[in-house]
């Protein structure tokens, strides 16, 4: 097979044409591939004219195959880059792969010397029959690397990850990186840490990979943190989603959210959950949000626990548990007072009332009493709000009324056992006193002439009740129906008539 002179000039004029087209499709980054194809043409000339200069003095057989094997790689390479990264990769509108490029170059530069080498008149075929064993052995000495190429061909062929994604093996305890790029051999991950973690095809193939940057741009993030059982899971939940309002990195178009996880010896342990855009400083997001957190909890006087013991010692004159009690013994006093039935009671009754009764607190939507159960308790509404509800056998329920601080419900079970006439339910967190019949009842008998002062009030009250819901008259049979009252309270205390 000849080389001509006619040939040797269509070499060089294609090589000439595909850099130059290569030169007007490749983006400005990407130009400086140029420089392979052009050093290849120029060897191609140097080669030539050492043949030219040589040909009267000596044999130039190999530096004549030579030029023409530099010749036509660079066209080769330069016509590559021109069709693949230049036209090929604008059209798709995506970068080309490099896995892909370089086992292109590669079968290229052998389809070259195949070429080459017929032109020389060497023929392949016969090396290529006579060495089966050795390739017998290089093969199982590249297992391992053709194992990674092909692992990287089905990597960029399924596309679970593109340069410029983060990604994070799942069965690893390696930071996230960013992929800054893929290879024939392996993948090149940059941590946030600025190190270079270089990870086999073979083993990204055989393992879960985490895409932190697919399907979405924006990831979720979760952040732990305890609080104090004394603190009520609405009010930390309230203070942790203010805490991230306006924190930057935060994304304001989705909501955040907050649940409890688990109940430990440290405390109740929420998790605060937002979306961010995933990127390097998503770590740096997290400190942030901390940093809310610890100042939203100080300005909220929430306590973040921690594993300790707190040992306090009070003088034994003054002894600070008592102190805390007598606090919240003289609060429920002032509840009770606002109890139109207990104005009855004299201060020592009720003071020793104050001393028996406790409180339970309510979640927003919680139930509080069901229409139609039976009952024996009174509560009065320490903070908070509840709704009255009444509940028909058929439709819809109707709210009746909502109660705030100080107002009161279930007075007639208190001191009837009445079935309860209606649901109540709170309608945000709230906390009520509860007083129950076994509080009460000790009261009764030091004074059972009490019971006939309560029955009169609760008559009278059922009285303007029935005229606000008709629009009647105030009846006038309000004392026989103290009477029917009275006879009830002193059935359900066991008292004497």
Known sequence: MLFTHQAAIAGVVLTLTAIVAALALLAPTERSRLRVPILLLAAYFAFAGLNASLGTLMPTGPIRTASIFFLWAAAAHATALAFLDGLLARKLKLPIPRIFRDILQVALYFLVLFVTARTAGVELSSLLAGSALITAVIGLSL???????????SIQAQRPFEVGDFVQL????????????????????????????????????????????????????SIRVHAAYEFSPAHVRETLLKAIVEAPGVRTDMQPSVIIEEFDPDGACYRLRYFADMDEHIHTKDSVVRERIWYAFRRAGIDIPYAQRDVHLYPREVDGRETVRATHVARRLQDLRRVDIFDVLSDDMLQELAEKVNTRRYAAGERILKQGDEGDQLFVVEHGEVAVVLEPPQGAPVELARLGKGKFFGEMSLMTGARRTASVRATSECAVLVVGKSEFQATLFKAPELAEKISGILATRQAQLATTQTGAALSANVTSQTTVILGKIREFFGLRG
Do not use: Y
């Not at 297992?143 to 061909?153: H, P, R």
């Open 143 to 153: 297992q391992d690397t053709l194992g990674n190429v092909f692992a990287g061909l």
């Open 170 to 221: 799942a069965d690893s305890s390696e930071p996230l990186g960013k992929v800054i790029e893929i290879n024939w051999r392996a993948t090149k991950l940059l941590t946030n840490d600025g190190i270079d973690v270089v990870v086999p095809n073979g083993v990204l193939a055989k393992t879960s990979i985490r895409n932190l940057s697919k399907p979405h741009p924006w990831v979720r993030r």
